[in-house]
């Protein structure tokens, strides 16, 4: 299994940025791809950003431009860093890996993202 701690978030005012970073430890072979997911108050939890270990990055389109993913293998971290931040990014942030399977095998704890206008 793999655990994941998350770190990273708060409180900003719109246009501002924050960075977010999730570190794994246990089985880090079995992780195909990180990824960050988000979930606001009332609505389903949406993918964000993933990375795969090849480093193929893809991202939700309300992100692109502003958001960009990145990983450091050596600490088995992986970060979101957000610029531009918009009231409607407001939400509870969850790193994610996902298997050989393509399916999503552990979750971070969440940390909150608030953007005030």
């Known amino acids: 299994q793999v655990q994941l701690v998350e770190s990273g978030g708060g409180l900003v005012q719109a246009g501002g940025s924050l960075r977010l970073a999730c570190t794994a430890s246990?089985?880090?072979?079995?992780?195909?791809?990180m990824g960050w997911h988000r979930q606001a108050p009332g609505k389903q939890r949406e993918l964000v950003a993933t990375i795969t270990k090849r480093g193929s990055i893809n991202y939700a389109d309300s992100v692109k431009g502003r958001f960009t993913i990145s990983r450091d293998n050596a600490k088995n971290t992986w970060y979101l860093q957000m610029n531009s931040l918009k009231p409607e990014d407001t939400a509870v942030y969850y790193c994610s890996t996902v298997n050989v399977l393509g399916l999503v095998a552990s979750w971070g704890q969440g940390t909150q993202v608030t953007v005030s206008s």
């Open positions: 246990g089985s880090i072979l079995s992780i195909n791809a």
